[in-house]
DNA sequence: GTAATTTCTTATCATATGTAAAGTAGTTTC
DNA sequence: GAAACTACTTTACATATGATAAGAAATTAC
């Protein structure tokens, strides 16, 4: 778990007491390449926090997968439509590669909110960055060509092309893998 | 500032020290169309309130000017980037109309967080709601057509056609002012 | 109220991306 | 190691959107 607590820290420090009751509600899960970490339909109740290996989160849209985002090691994942909602999801968590994640129980991370205000506050500032992020991300997609969003990619996530299938990649680009196929042979 | 009040309750029921302590750090301000609110290259730290009107927040691409987002009566505006991570904007907040606002000073507001728990709750869950928005948006952008997304937009804000120019529309969109009259033409 | 300015629409042509189908390469299964 | 499957690429054609320019409509300024 040190790992979790060493990235905690770089966010915002906690004390030891709280560090503690974090630790009570959390246990490693790991997931086989290729599997659902959890599944459509479910109601999000766990946030995970990636150790080793990688997961995405996708959804159908007409039959058709589409990566909504990936995670990589040393980030935090949940399902943020349901687990602010209450509401099942509809999309789910699916492991890339062979991962290791962290699990922490929402319901009981909330309830310590209310004993330990340090916490709350952590969790505050993950929400803000992630937001931001996402509002960057709203900017990429509304004005960059398909073009620049894959250059973009390639140089936050240098390994994503041995990590990651271009099939998956595609769609979070907003394109097709056909249309991922032709930037790419332009290079 | 019972809007604001009230709009509050609805969201996280806060203590009257915590609502006493809110009014102490927030005032109204009115803005004509047309003018900014905050300009580009300034440091975000203020959070505001619609009361009545509108805004958008609104950048520049190569000379040319998108807007990111709309706000209306009842809805939070802040330039996320800016407000939580300290940098200079490079985003601008423009009245749409003739807007009463209420600015609420973001520094200040930080500090009663560490006295008024409650308040840190409401602005938690303020920033929880925003990002699920922002996530659902990229799955606009991401994987509806400009046709779709028009539609979308109009039936979660049915008089936006008579407040905001349709110029504003297309860029939110992520479209050119051209595309998006074609667009409305085959109706 | 007229002129000037801005906003919106329409038309034409160029380009990027989608769809479908076929082929190639790589991986998995037995 | 052959067969089956999956991932990726390539080609051909269709469609949506972009760029530019010109005109119409609406708004603003005087």
């Given at each position: 778990?040190?790992?979790?607590?060493?990235?905690?820290?770089?966010?915002?420090?906690?004390?030891?007491?709280?560090?503690?009751?974090?630790?009570?509600?959390?246990?490693?899960?790991?997931?086989?390449?290729?599997?659902?970490?959890?599944?459509?339909?479910?109601?999000?109740?766990?946030?995970?926090?990636?150790?080793?290996?990688?997961?995405?989160?996708?959804?159908?849209?007409?039959?058709i997968?589409?990566?909504?985002?990936?995670?990589?090691?040393?980030?935090?994942?949940?399902r943020?439509?349901?687990?602010?909602?209450?509401?099942?999801?509809?999309?789910?968590?699916?492991?890339?590669e062979?991962?290791?994640?962290?699990?922490?129980?929402?319901?009981r991370?909330?309830?310590?909110?209310?004993?330990?205000?340090?916490?709350?506050?952590?969790?505050?500032?993950?929400?803000e960055?992630?937001?931001?992020?996402?509002v960057?991300?709203i900017?990429?997609?509304?004005?960059?060509?398909a073009?620049?969003?894959?250059?973009?990619?390639?140089?936050?996530?240098?390994?994503?092309?041995?990590?990651v299938?271009?099939?998956?990649?595609?769609?979070?680009?907003?394109i097709?893998?056909?249309?991922?196929?032709?930037?790419?042979?332009?290079?």
């Open positions: 778990m040190k790992t979790l607590l060493k990235h905690i820290q770089s966010i915002h420090p906690i004390s030891k007491e709280a560090e503690k009751a974090l630790l009570e509600i959390s246990k490693e899960v790991r997931f086989q390449k290729g599997t659902d970490v959890q599944s459509i339909g479910h109601t999000c109740k766990t946030i995970y926090f990636v150790k080793d290996g990688c997961v995405r989160i996708y959804y159908f849209k007409e039959d997968d589409i990566t909504e985002s990936f995670e990589f090691e040393n980030a935090f994942v949940a943020a439509e349901s687990l602010f909602t209450g509401k099942p999801s509809l999309k789910a968590i699916q492991a890339i062979d991962t290791l994640l962290i699990a922490i129980d929402s319901n991370l909330f309830q310590l909110f209310d004993s330990h205000h340090d916490l709350e506050r952590l969790f505050r500032k993950i929400i960055a992630s937001y931001v992020n996402t960057n991300r900017e990429s997609l509304q004005f960059h060509t073009d620049e969003r894959y250059l973009h990619l390639l140089k936050d996530h240098k390994d994503i092309l041995k990590r299938p271009l099939k998956y990649i595609a769609s979070y680009l907003g097709t893998p056909v249309s991922l196929s032709r930037i790419r042979a332009h290079k």
